[in-house]
């Protein structure tokens, strides 16, 4: 009985001995696995299970082969105090065990749910470099689209021609263009625009109210036409235009404005409607004047017959000497007007026109009294000779000087001078005063014909028209400009040579 039971005991024995063995490789191998990934559970529930396992064999075992002993040794009341015990370390290894393996049961879920939303902060950090990398890309493409625009629009801010001003709602100006610099006369550098009113440089101040109230209405306004006062208190016709914007930095309501000089539109446009004016004026001058000519001569010849047998001593022969002298004012009156009419014949020659305009200063000096005036020549040498009639262009200058005379009064000062314009390369001819002025409501009229400011008997007032028209036949132009009491400036503009249409 004893000698079959050997092989069994054998087994047993060996088992046991194996199952020790077999579960501390086992934990060892484990134990190697977690150290080399501490943050893999897999690895730490392994080591747990191992360690309660190999707790396990060494419980299990060490009773079975106490057993064998104590059997073999004939101890059996022994084994029979004992095998409770074992049994008892048995079941609690089991528990442990199952326990270990329930708690991470919980613990492996806990542990997918981690991993996922560590796969998922993964992902998302990957998408946040992505994006992030490419942010950058689109913030310095963006930041060199918005330096690219902000240079090209501030570009058109200062090279801009017309005045573009920012302004606030109560007329503070905010922001200025050079060209507004320039149009109000002042200089970008020296003085400072900002926290100065719109209202300063109106010559109405009572038309920014209805501006800002155009503004607000329709958030814009278009085509006003007003009047600029510059800080030498120039006048200059505008056309004004805004619009109403957002500043988002100051949560403020401003207004952009785009201002047009239309100075020498208007001036262009008057003196339009001053040629139309003249032309008309000349074309029924030209029929008055022929049919006035005639009865003149007819006056003037027998005028002269009843002269000759009449004793110069006699009544009848001042009276006559009266008939004759106003009968040859009329017939300058009408020689005047024909020039006025422009149909007189033109003999234009290539001269030099500082030499006629010191034959027109010697005339002027034999026929009038003017010691105690100072009369100035400022000649440009590079000027050349000109197309010109000769006999007329003394008659505009004899004109333009002796109308200086008479706005110098006895005692004064006077200046001729000549110059090329540097965009036209036409030539200027000024005569200036610094005579009483003439009034800004006579400005309109100077040239118009029969006007004069002069007292009646002391000019015809066709001196200017006559001269208007003679320069116009020659393609040019005349302009004045006067203030009272600082004295008049009259510019004649010729065409020379180089530019001079071709035929």
Known sequence: MIVSSIPILFIDLVGSFLMIVLSFL????????RKQDRDNLIWTYLWWICLALSCFAVSRSAGHILKDILLMGGQKRIWGIIRPYSGAINTTMFIVVGSVTLFFERIWIIYQLILKDRLALQSAHKELLFLNQNLEDLVEERTNALVASEHKYRKIFEVSKDMIMVAAKDGTIVNLNPSGYNLLGMNSEDDQIENRN???FLADAGSWPRIVASVESERSVENVELDLVTVDGTRRRILLGGSMADDVDNDEEIIHFLVKDIEKRKV????LAQADKLASIGELSSGVA???????GVILGYTQLLLRGENSASERYSDLKTIEKHVRNCKAIVEDLLSFSR???????????????????IFVQHHSHIEHITIEKDYNPT????LIDEKKIKQVLINLVVNAIHAVGEKGYIQISTDLSEPT???LVKVKDDGHGIEPKYLKKIFDPFFTTKSTGEGTGLGLSVSYGIIKNHGGHIYVESKPGAGTTFT????????LPEN
Do not use: G, W, Y
């Open 26 to 33: 086992s934990l060892q191998l484990v134990f190697k696995l």
């Open 198 to 200: 719109v209202r300063d």
């Open 268 to 271: 262009m446009e008057e003196q």
């Open 290 to 296: 022929h049919e006035i000519n005639n009865p003149l």
């Open 343 to 361: 149909k007189s014949e033109t003999d234009k020659q290539m001269l030099d026109i500082h030499q006629v305009i010191d034959a027109v200063l």
């Open 383 to 386: 000027v050349h000779p000109l």
């Open 425 to 427: 390369n036409e030539l």
């Open 492 to 499: 004649v503009t010729l065409p020379t040579a180089l530019t």
